[in-house]
C-alpha cells in the first residue's frame, strides 16, 4: 500500500466509509485539507500528508476500526502536533504570499514586455 496514488487513496477512504472528521481526529491532519483531497480540488497534496493517509489506512486496515487510532504517528504528543500544526500553517502563508508575489511580477514584466513589443 505504499506507492498508492492520491487517486488511490481518496478512493480507498470513500470506499471505506471514512470521513474526514475520522482522519483528521485520528492524524491531526486539517479536516479541511482532507475534504480537499476527497473532493478533488487539491490533487497533489504533499508527500508528508499522502504519507500520513497511507499510514492511517494501514493502521485502520489493521485495526478495521478509527476509533482505535488514537494517533497513527507514534511519539509524538498534542504539544508537538499543535507545535508543527502551527509552523505548517506559517509555512503555507508565507508560500501563498510567495505565489501571489510571483504572479504579481509575472504579471507586471508582461505588460513591461508588451510595452516594448
Known amino acids: 500500500m505504499s506507492l498508492m496514488s492520491i487517486e488511490e487513496i481518496k478512493n480507498e477512504i470513500i470506499q471505506r466509509g471514512i470521513t474526514a472528521y475520522q482522519i483528521s481526529k485520528d ?3 486539517s479536516e479541511a485539507g ?3 483531497i476527497l473532493s478533488g480540488k487539491s ?4 508527500k508528508t500528508t499522502t504519507q500520513i ?3 492511517y489506512l494501514k493502521s485502520e486496515e489493521k485495526d478495521g476500526n478509527s476509533e482505535k487510532n488514537s494517533k497513527v504517528l507514534k511519539g509524538f504528543d498534542d504539544k508537538d502536533f ?3 500544526k502551527s509552523k505548517l500553517s506559517k509555512l503555507e502563508n508565507r508560500i501563498d504570499l510567495l505565489i ?3 504572479n504579481v511580477l509575472i504579471k507586471a514584466v508582461e505588460k513591461l514586455n508588451k510595452k516594448f513589443d
Open 34 to 36: 482532507i475534504n480537499k
Open 27 to 29: 492524524t491531526n491532519l
Open 82 to 84: 499543535n507545535e508543527l
Open 53 to 55: 493517509l497511507i499510514e
Open 100 to 102: 501571489s508575489s510571483n
Open 43 to 46: 490533487n497533489n497534496p504533499r
